[in-house]
C-alpha cells in the first residue's frame, strides 16, 4: 500500500486535475441556460434522470427556450430535419436505441449482436458498474465525430456516446435507463455536462459530515472553496479526533474552521458518544463499557464508555467544555447516543450495555441480573423468557432518553458562554424500520420531543437496513416525523453515501442519477439534507448535486424576464447585475442570482448595487439595494455569515449601531451575524457622485 503522504499527495492531483476538467467542460455550454425537459417517447425512468437533476416538466408545448427532449431512435414525433434545426439552436436531443431517426444522426445498426452485463464509464473508468440481468443487444457504430461516455467492460462495445451540434447536442444511448433511472447508466447527466448542458439551479443548503483522517494533508483553502460550490453549508467534524490537545492537529483544525468561515461554511463539532476519544479509552480503562459476554466494548472503529457512571459523565462534560474553548465551533451535534448493536440481542459480542452500573440499577429494580438473559447455565436464558427480556429492553431505551436528555442539557448550557452556537441531534430513524428500538435502544418519538423543547434540530438517519431501498422512502419518512412536531422547520435528514452490505446494482455506493435522486427527493420532503461523508462524495457527482438539492417549483421566460417560483432557497444562473420585481438586488455573485423562497420576476439591470451580498449562510427572508448598502432580514438556527464584496462602514442590528466581528480582504468580507431572527443594515462609502439608486 502507498505511504500516507503519496496517497494525500495522490488525492489532491486527481482531485486538481478533475476540477480542470470541469473547467474546461464549463467552457462547452449551451448558449442559453435550459430549464425543461419533454420526454416525447422512451423510457419513462428518463423523467427521473433529469428530474433528479432539478429540470421541471415541460407542460406548455409552446414554450419559450430551448429544453432537453427524449425520443426513442426509431421515433417518427419529428422529422430529422425538424429536429437538427431545434438542436442547432441550442436544444439538447437524448436518442434512445437505434432506427432510422438514430440513423440520420450518425448511430447505425451493425447487424451483430453483444450481451451487456458489465459496464465502463468515462466520468468514473475504475468504478464497477454491473447490470442485475445481463442483456443482449444490438451492437452500433457511431458517428466519427461521436464523444463515447459509456461502453461494455470487454468488448468495448458503445453503450453511450453524443456529440455537439451547433449551439445544442446530442446524445445517443443503445437502451433506456432501466428501473430507477440508473439501473443501466449511472452517468447520463454527466455525459450532457459533457455536451455543454449546465446544472439549472443552485441550493447551499447541505450539512456534511467530516472525517479529517480523509483530509489531512490538503489544501484547506482550496477544499473549504470546492464544498461551498458543492453546496456544503455547514461540516460537522469529528471531535472525537481534537478531544485532547495535539498541537499539529490543533492546527489544522484551526485553519480548517477560519477557510470554512472565509468560504461561508460554518463548522459544528461532531460527538459520536458514548464513543469520547482514543486517548480517553486509554485513560480511563474503569468506565469502559461491557458487552453482554462482559468484554470491553470496542466495535468496529467506536470505543464505548460507560457515560452512565455519574464520574465519567461530568469528566466528559468537562473535556468537553475545554473543546469548546480551544476552537471557535459555530455549533454542536450530538449523534447515535444509544447503545450497540444492529444485530440486537441476538448478538451478545455487541450487545450493550453491560457495565456493573447499569446491571446493579436494573437488578434493585426487577430483582435479577439481566446478564442471566445472556448466559447459558442460567434458567432465564434457556427459557429466554419473553418478559423478562422485554423488561431489560425496555430499561435500555428509558436509559439511552436519559442519557440523551443530560447531554442536550448540557449542550443548551454551553449556550451561556458561546450564544451563537447552533445545536443539533442526530437519531437513527426507528419510524421505517422499527426493529431499531430493540436492536439499539432508540425511541424517536420520545428522542424527538425533548429535541424539540431544546431547540434542536433533528436530523433523521437512515438506518443501514434499508440503504439499499429508493429515494420514495424519504417522503414517507418525512410524513411520519412531520406528525410528530410543532416545527418541522427543525427537522432534517441524512443520507449515508457508502459502500452498502446488500446486493445492490449497479454500483456498491450511491452515485450518479442513484445520488442525486436520493438527494432531490429528500430535499423535497425534509427542510434540510446532511450526508455522510464529504469525502465519499465521488467527483462526477460534484458539478449536479447543489441542483439535485434546489426545489423549484417554475421557470417561465417572457418578454419581461424570467418569472421563478421556488419552494425554498435556491439560485439561478444569470450574468451580471439584476432587478428582482423591478428593484436592484443585491444576492448575486455575477454567475448566480440567490433568492429567498416565494414567486419572482427577473430582469437583467444596467448597474450593480453598492454592495453585493455574494454568499449568505443562514436563511435570509428579505433584501434590498439601498442608495449606500443593502438591507437584509434573515432566521438562523446558529450564527449566519454574510459575505459582501465591499468592507462595510457601518452596520445596524435590529435598528442599532454595533460593533459585528468582519474579516476578509479586498473584494470579499464576512460578516458574523448573531442566531436568531434579525434585521441587518449595512451601509459602505459611496465613491463621489453617489449611488445610481439615490438618483
Given at each position: 500500500m502507498p505511504s500516507a503522504v503519496s496517497r494525500w499527495v495522490l488525492l489532491l492531483i486527481t482531485t486538481v486535475c478533475f476540477d480542470a476538467s470541469l473547467h474546461h467542460l464549463a467552457g462547452l455550454q449551451v448558449d442559453q441556460d435550459i430549464y425543461h425537459f419533454r420526454v416525447l417517447a422512451g423510457d419513462p425512468e428518463w423523467d427521473t434522470v433529469l428530474s433528479s437533476a432539478g429540470f421541471l416538466r415541460a407542460r406548455d408545448p409552446e414554450l419559450q427556450g430551448p429544453m432537453l427532449l427524449v425520443l426513442r431512435g426509431d421515433s417518427r414525433e419529428l422529422s430529422p430535419e425538424v429536429l437538427r434545426n431545434r438542436v442547432g439552436q441550442g436544444w439538447m436531443v437524448i436518442l434512445e436505441g437505434l432506427g432510422s431517426l438514430a440513423e440520420a444522426f450518425g448511430f447505425r445498426d451493425t447487424g451483430k449482436r453483444v450481451t451487456i452485463r458489465s459496464v465502463r464509464d468515462l466520468h468514473d473508468p475504475k468504478l464497477d458498474i454491473l447490470w442485475e440481468r445481463a442483456a443482449e443487444l444490438p451492437l452500433a457504430s457511431l458517428p466519427t465525430e461521436a464523444q463515447l461516455f459509456s461502453w461494455e467492460r470487454w468488448t468495448h462495445a458503445p453503450l453511450v456516446a453524443g456529440y455537439r451540434l451547433g449551439q445544442g447536442g446530442v446524445l445517443w444511448t443503445l437502451c433506456g435507463p432501466g428501473r430507477g433511472g440508473f439501473e443501466r447508466f449511472p452517468y447520463l447527466l454527466q455525459a450532457l455536462a459533457g455536451l455543454g448542458l449546465q446544472p439549472p439551479f443552485r441550493s447551499r443548503a447541505l450539512w456534511a459530515f467530516f472525517d479529517p483522517s480523509y483530509r489531512l494533508r490538503v489544501d484547506l483553502e482550496y477544499f473549504a472553496r470546492r464544498w461551498r460550490q458543492i453546496g456544503i453549508a455547514a461540516l460537522h467534524v469529528a471531535a472525537w479526533q481534537f478531544w485532547e490537545p495535539d498541537p499539529q492537529r490543533d492546527v489544522f483544525l484551526e485553519r480548517l474552521i477560519r477557510e470554512c468561515h472565509r468560504a461561508g461554511i460554518l463548522v459544528y463539532a461532531w460527538l459520536e458518544f458514548p464513543h469520547v476519544s482514543e486517548r480517553f479509552w486509554e485513560r480511563f480503562p474503569?468506565?469502559?463499557?461491557?458487552?453482554?459476554?462482559?468484554?470491553?466494548?470496542?466495535?468496529?472503529?467506536?470505543?464505548?464508555?460507560?457515560?452512565?457512571?455519574?464520574?465519567?459523565?461530568?469528566?466528559?462534560?468537562?473535556?468537553?467544555?475545554?473543546?469548546?474553548?480551544?476552537?471557535?465551533?459555530?455549533?454542536?451535534?450530538?449523534?447515535?447516543?444509544?447503545?450497540?448493536?444492529?444485530?440486537?440481542?441476538?448478538?451478545?459480542?455487541?450487545?450493550?450495555?453491560?457495565?456493573?452500573?447499569?446491571?446493579?440499577?436494573?437488578?434493585?429494580?426487577?430483582?435479577?441480573?439481566?446478564?442471566?438473559?445472556?448466559?447459558?447455565?442460567?434458567?432465564?436464558?434457556?427459557?429466554?423468557?419473553?418478559?423478562?427480556?422485554?423488561?431489560?429492553?425496555?430499561?435500555?431505551?428509558?436509559?439511552?432518553?436519559?442519557?440523551?436528555?443530560?447531554?442536550?442539557?448540557?449542550?443548551?448550557?454551553?449556550?451561556?458562554?458561546?450564544?451563537?452556537?447552533?445545536?443539533?441531534?442526530?437519531?437513527?430513524?426507528?419510524?421505517?424500520?422499527?426493529?431499531?428500538r430493540d436492536k439499539i435502544g432508540a425511541d424517536a418519538a420520545a428522542t424527538l420531543a425533548q429535541a424539540e423543547a431544546m431547540g434542536f434540530t433533528f436530523i433523521v438517519e437512515d438506518p443501514a437496513t434499508i440503504w439499499h431501498?429508493?429515494?420514495?422512502?424519504?417522503?414517507?419518512?418525512?410524513?411520519?416525523?412531520?406528525?410528530?412536531?410543532?416545527?418541522?422547520?427543525?427537522?432534517?435528514?441524512?443520507?449515508?453515501?457508502?459502500?452498502?452490505?446488500?446486493?445492490?446494482?449497479?454500483?456498491?455506493?450511491?452515485?450518479?442519477?442513484?445520488?442525486?435522486?436520493?438527494?432531490?427527493?429528500?430535499?423535497?420532503?425534509?427542510?434540510?439534507?446532511?450526508?455522510?461523508?464529504?469525502?465519499?462524495?465521488?467527483?462526477?457527482?460534484?458539478?449536479?448535486?447543489?441542483?439535485?438539492?434546489?426545489?423549484?417549483?417554475?421557470?417561465?421566460?417572457?418578454?419581461?424576464?424570467?418569472?421563478?417560483?421556488?419552494?425554498?432557497?435556491?439560485?439561478?444562473?444569470?450574468?451580471?447585475?439584476?432587478?428582482?420585481?423591478?428593484?436592484?438586488?443585491?444576492?448575486?455573485?455575477?454567475?448566480?442570482?440567490?433568492?429567498?423562497?416565494?414567486r419572482y420576476t427577473l430582469s437583467h439591470s444596467s448597474a450593480p448595487p453598492p454592495v453585493r451580498l455574494l454568499d449568505f449562510n443562514g436563511l435570509l427572508l428579505t433584501a434590498a439595494a439601498t442608495a449606500d448598502g443593502i438591507e437584509f432580514s434573515y432566521e438562523a438556527e446558529a450564527r449566519a455569515l454574510a459575505i459582501l464584496d465591499r468592507k462595510p462602514s457601518s452596520v445596524e442590528l435590529d435598528g442599532s449601531l454595533t460593533q459585528l466581528r468582519i474579516e476578509g480582504d479586498e473584494g470579499r468580507w464576512v460578516l458574523f451575524l448573531p442566531r436568531g431572527q434579525h434585521l441587518v443594515s449595512v451601509r459602505v462609502a459611496v465613491p463621489a457622485g453617489g449611488s445610481r439608486l439615490a438618483e
Open positions: 474503569q468506565w469502559r463499557e461491557k458487552t453482554a459476554l462482559l468484554q470491553d466494548a470496542h466495535l468496529d472503529w467506536r470505543k464505548l464508555m460507560n457515560l452512565a457512571d455519574r464520574d465519567c459523565f461530568e469528566t466528559v462534560a468537562r473535556d468537553l467544555e475545554r473543546l469548546m474553548e480551544r476552537f471557535d465551533w459555530d455549533g454542536v451535534n450530538l449523534a447515535e447516543l444509544y447503545f450497540e448493536s444492529l444485530e440486537g440481542y441476538s448478538s451478545p459480542a455487541r450487545f450493550t450495555p453491560m457495565n456493573d452500573g447499569v446491571r446493579k440499577e436494573f437488578r434493585e429494580r426487577h430483582g435479577f441480573d439481566p446478564l442471566e438473559l445472556f448466559q447459558p447455565e442460567q434458567p432465564r436464558y434457556h427459557a429466554r423468557s419473553p418478559e423478562s427480556l422485554r423488561l431489560f429492553l425496555e430499561f435500555r431505551v428509558e436509559l439511552a432518553l436519559r442519557l440523551q436528555r443530560a447531554w442536550m442539557e448540557r449542550l443548551v448550557r454551553l449556550r451561556d458562554r458561546w450564544p451563537h452556537l447552533g445545536l443539533a441531534l442526530t437519531h437513527v430513524d426507528d419510524r421505517f424500520d422499527n426493529t431499531m431501498l429508493g429515494p420514495e422512502r424519504y417522503r414517507k419518512l418525512a410524513s411520519a416525523y412531520r406528525s410528530l412536531v410543532q416545527r418541522p422547520d427543525r427537522l432534517a435528514v441524512d443520507i449515508n453515501i457508502v459502500e452498502r452490505y446488500q446486493d445492490v446494482y449497479p454500483t456498491k455506493q450511491q452515485t450518479g442519477t442513484e445520488l442525486l435522486s436520493l438527494l432531490h427527493v429528500a430535499a423535497q420532503a425534509f427542510p434540510r439534507v446532511a450526508v455522510y461523508a464529504e469525502h465519499s462524495i465521488r467527483r462526477p457527482d460534484v458539478r449536479w448535486i447543489p441542483s439535485a438539492l434546489a426545489v423549484v417549483r417554475r421557470v417561465e421566460r417572457g418578454s419581461t424576464g424570467v418569472a421563478v417560483e421556488l419552494e425554498r432557497p435556491a439560485g439561478v444562473r444569470w450574468k451580471g447585475p439584476v432587478r428582482v420585481d423591478g428593484r436592484e438586488w443585491p444576492w448575486e455573485d455575477g454567475e448566480v442570482v440567490w433568492l429567498p423562497a416565494g
